[in-house]
């Protein structure tokens, strides 16, 4: 997911289901200090251990939050240059895409299917999807 991924130093990364942080971290080795990284997480016990897991690292430029309910992502922080999604999802989610910067790479899981998503540009239809082999992951939880 990484390889399809190709993080870059200095991007703004977006880790959806970070967990118990590893995937967090390993995002921010990857973006270096000039970059940023949020994970957030459900479930508020992997919040505290993903968060005492990435303790373990110098990466102040990392961190993981609670997900809001109902809420896919993080608008608010838009836009991303790389969001990662550890969750199989039933559709392609467009409020990722809505997140995406332009030249922004999307990966997640869509049913069985990892999905990498690329926006080149700004309509919705400015999208190039493709497919890796096929993959299990718990539910993403999304209305």
């Not at 977006?14 to 200090?33: C, F, H, I, M």
């Not at 897991?53 to 838009?78: C, E, M, T």
């Not at 991303?80 to 559709?91: G, M, N, P, T, W």
């Not at 540009?121 to 993959?135: C, E, F, M, N, Q």
Request: charge should be negative; glycine fraction near 10%.
């Amino acid at each position: 997911m990484l390889d399809l991924l190709d993080v870059e130093r200095g991007q703004k990364v977006l880790d959806l289901g970070s967990g118990s942080g590893w995937t967090t971290a390993l995002l921010a080795y990857l973006v270096g200090s000039a970059g940023q990284v949020m994970g957030l997480e459900l479930e508020p016990e992997l919040v505290i251990f993903g968060r005492d897991n990435l303790a373990r690292y110098d990466f102040p430029w990392a961190v993981i939050q609670p997900a809001k309910p109902h809420v896919l992502g993080s608008p608010a922080d838009a836009p991303f240059d790389r969001i990662l999604v550890s969750a199989s999802a039933v559709l392609i989610p467009q409020p990722l895409i809505d997140q995406l910067a332009v030249g922004g790479v999307l990966v997640v899981p869509v049913g069985a299917t990892m999905t990498r998503i690329e926006k080149q540009g700004p309509g919705a239809d400015d999208v190039v999807a493709t497919t890796h082999g096929l993959y299990s992951f718990v539910p993403l939880m999304w209305p």
